[in-house]
């Protein structure tokens, strides 16, 4: 066998095409001068690629400001943006003078950037008193952003200091004596267009909006002045910061009001067709959002007719909220995919029904406080039928003709409060629960429990605090459980239990000796039990759907069953003598 020998310059010429990958390195603003509202820079190539900006650093302010608290954005650090195209700006009318800028945004934008020159970035997370990492990724990494390895070495730029426009600028070190008069001055020569005036990108820092989005097109006006005279006066910066923060906050807190609302009044789906349980969800976190998976099966009765998963996305950077939830009986797939939204006081979910792979029936609700959840009138005639098919609700039955658009609603949005709080419980440190209020036990007007002999009523606090022994299930699953028991530490819901015994448990299904309502923090007591021990297995069994426990009877680690006999003995071991001994539970 010959061996094959590689020349010296054709190992070169391999390594020189493979060095190539990784673009270079964005260059600095030569002036070396930082900018409070935009990160300045060049692209020394003219290959075609993307721009990334990593937020480092939002908003830590040093020295304080004297008049007022700084916030700084540490819910955004270590995101990703994206320089978008760029697009020419003069200086001034009169001046006429050409420089270019770009908007940060979301996604990816490839080109060939040589031809700009220097490059002025802004956008609402370009704040003061910040630090960022820019970088230029290959054409090839298109698509692949996140696990491309054709990056260059990134160019650290960080901003100035609220309103401090020109030298001397402020060190990181107190006394705070930055911005001061020669920053206003500057300021005025600017709206001046007088000549030596510093560029807009160091001058412009007010913005529209609560985000303070910078108009780049217009001459300097006086409220950019302003700006400077109110960081003079060690006023604080007082925009919102980045895109998505209030928007994802507002949007929780109105679905959050939904599920209150639809929890007491609407009718569990389980006495029309089969009852969705969310299994307890996993929550992956990237840079820039956050996804939750959780199973999803639909009971009828103690059978699973359907099963599938739901998966809800929080994206940071668009501020986006959406649940898409894929269900199969065997015979037949549906994907439902809504995306939430708040304008003014009504929330809107919004999206589309498939079937089979099929077209995309459009369709959605909408919910204010004053009209409850409807139909959006925009849906596709076929939406709402091909919803309550999934739902395992015959198209045209009797329960299909008497079945409200809240009740449908009202279980897609628990499905997407549940798993959002989750999502959010990751934040907060588990500890074991001391202290517990327990369930609350409704005494006041409709579903009264006044005057029904709840065994186990006066113990559940006690009970509650034992959350933390319970075996076999995830530290999310012991918070959601604290939270439910009024233990702190979670954002779901203390428990609601009402009492009905009208009509088989009222709103719940003739068999039943409890059932979950919508949105998990009310349960309906339906079977007056006759010991302590079995009334505590009840509860804790329904208060757990509202955790994602499933109704299996198969003793795996999410069987409501299972929670609820555990609870059961550990109140007989809690409570010697209250319960017999091999007594079954409900």
């Given at each position: 066998m010959r061996s094959m020998l590689i020349r010296p310059s054709l190992v070169f010429l391999i390594s020189a095409v493979f060095a190539r990958a990784a673009p270079p390195t964005p260059l600095a603003d030569p002036s070396g001068i930082d900018k409070s509202r935009f990160i300045s820079f060049s692209i020394p190539t003219s290959e075609v690629v993307a721009i990334r900006v990593k937020l480092v650093s939002l908003h830590h302010v040093n020295p304080p400001y004297s008049a007022g608290p700084f916030v700084p954005f540490t819910t955004f650090e270590g995101q990703d943006r994206w320089v978008g195209p760029p697009t020419q700006y003069v200086e001034s009318v009169s001046s006429g003078t050409l420089f270019y800028a770009s908007k940060l945004q979301c996604a990816p934008h490839y080109q060939d950037w040589s031809t700009?020159?220097?490059?002025?970035?802004?956008?609402?997370?370009?704040?003061?008193?910040?630090?960022?990492?820019?970088?230029?990724?290959?054409?090839?990494?298109?698509?692949?952003?996140?696990?491309?390895?054709?990056?260059?070495?990134?160019?650290?730029?960080?901003?100035?200091?609220?309103?401090?426009?020109?030298?001397?600028?402020?060190?990181?070190?107190?006394?705070a004596t930055q911005p001061d008069f020669t920053d206003i001055g500057a300021m005025v020569n600017k709206f001046k267009s007088a000549p030596g005036a510093p560029i807009?990108?160091?001058?412009?820092?007010?913005?529209?909006?609560?985000?303070?989005?910078?108009?780049?097109?217009?001459?300097?006006?006086?409220?950019?002045?302003?700006?400077?005279?109110?960081?003079?006066?060690?006023?604080?910066?007082?925009?919102?910061?980045?895109?998505?923060?209030?928007?994802?906050?507002?949007?929780?807190?109105?679905?959050?009001?939904?599920?209150?609302?639809?929890?007491?009044?609407?009718?569990?789906?389980?006495?029309?067709?089969?009852?969705?349980?969310?299994?307890?969800?996993?929550?992956?976190?990237?840079?820039n959002d956050i996804v939750a998976v959780g199973t999803i099966d639909f009971f009828q009765g103690y059978d699973v007719v359907a099963s599938g998963t739901s998966t809800v996305t929080v994206d940071f950077c668009t501020g986006e909220v959406s649940l898409e939830t894929v269900?199969?009986?065997?015979?037949?797939?549906?994907?439902?995919?809504?995306?939430?939204?708040?304008?003014?006081?009504?929330?809107?979910?919004?999206?589309?029904?498939?079937?089979?792979?099929?077209?995309?029936?459009?369709?959605?609700?909408?919910?204010?406080?004053?009209?409850?959840?409807?139909?959006?009138?925009?849906?596709?005639?076929?939406?709402?039928?091909?919803?309550?098919?999934?739902?395992?609700?015959?198209?045209?039955?009797?329960?299909?003709?008497?079945?409200?658009?809240?009740?449908?609603?009202?279980?897609?949005?628990?499905?997407?409060?549940?798993?959002?709080?989750?999502?959010?419980?990751?934040?907060?440190?588990?500890?074991?629960?001391?202290?517990?209020?327990?369930?609350?036990?409704?005494?006041?007007?409709?579903?009264?429990?006044?005057?029904?002999?709840?065994?186990?009523?006066?113990?559940?606090?006690?009970?509650?605090?034992?959350?933390?022994?319970?075996?076999?299930?995830?530290?999310?699953?012991?918070?959601?459980?604290?939270?439910?028991?009024?233990?702190?530490?979670?954002?779901?819901?203390?428990l609601e239990v009402a009492c009905d015994f009208v009509g088989d448990c009222g709103v719940c299904p003739?068999?039943?000796?409890?059932?979950?309502?919508?949105?998990?923090?009310?349960?309906?007591?339906?079977?007056?039990?006759?010991?302590?021990?079995?009334?505590?297995?009840?509860?804790?069994?329904e208060m757990s759907h509202g955790c994602g426990t499933n109704d299996r009877k198969d003793g795996s680690a999410y069987d409501a069953y299972r929670i609820g006999t555990w609870f059961q003995e550990e109140y007989r071991d809690r409570f010697p003598g209250a319960c017999p001994v091999g007594i079954a539970g409900p």
């Open positions: 700009v020159g220097l490059l002025h970035v802004t956008g609402s997370e370009i704040v003061p008193s910040s630090s960022y990492e820019v970088e230029n990724l290959a054409a090839n990494c298109a698509g692949n952003e996140g696990g491309c390895s054709a990056v260059s070495v990134p160019l650290q730029i960080a901003t100035t200091r609220w309103g401090d426009v020109v030298s001397a600028f402020q060190l990181p070190t107190p006394p807009k990108a160091r001058a412009m820092l007010a913005g529209y909006g609560l985000r303070g989005l910078i108009n780049i097109t217009p001459d300097l006006g006086f409220g950019h002045i302003s700006a400077c005279v109110d960081a003079f006066k060690g006023l604080p910066y007082w925009y919102a910061g980045p895109a998505g923060n209030e928007t994802i906050a507002n949007v929780l807190q109105m679905l959050g009001a939904m599920n209150d609302d639809l929890a007491g009044g609407t009718t569990p789906l389980e006495t029309f067709g089969a009852e969705p349980k969310i299994g307890v969800p996993t929550v992956a976190t990237t840079a269900v199969s009986d065997g015979a037949t797939t549906w994907t439902l995919v809504q995306s939430v939204s708040l304008n003014a006081d009504i929330l809107s979910l919004w999206g589309f029904v498939q079937v089979n792979g099929g077209a995309m029936l459009p369709g959605g609700w909408d919910y204010s406080t004053a009209t409850g959840a409807v139909l959006n009138p925009g849906s596709d005639p076929a939406f709402a039928g091909e919803v309550e098919s999934m739902f395992q609700i015959a198209p045209g039955s009797t329960a299909a003709a008497t079945l409200s658009a809240g009740a449908v609603a009202g279980a897609v949005s628990s499905i997407l409060q549940m798993i959002i709080n989750y999502i959010k419980d990751q934040s907060i440190p588990y500890t074991p629960p001391v202290s517990c209020l327990g369930p609350k036990i409704l005494n006041g007007s409709g579903q009264s429990c006044a005057g029904v002999n709840i065994l186990c009523a006066n113990r559940l606090a006690e009970m509650c605090t034992s959350i933390n022994d319970l075996p076999n299930v995830s530290i999310a699953f012991k918070k959601c459980m604290k939270g439910r028991c009024g233990c702190g530490g979670s954002n779901h819901k203390r003739s068999y039943a000796d409890g059932c979950n309502l919508p949105g998990g923090s009310r349960m309906s007591y339906c079977e007056d039990m006759r010991y302590g021990c079995t009334c505590a297995n009840l509860i804790f069994h």
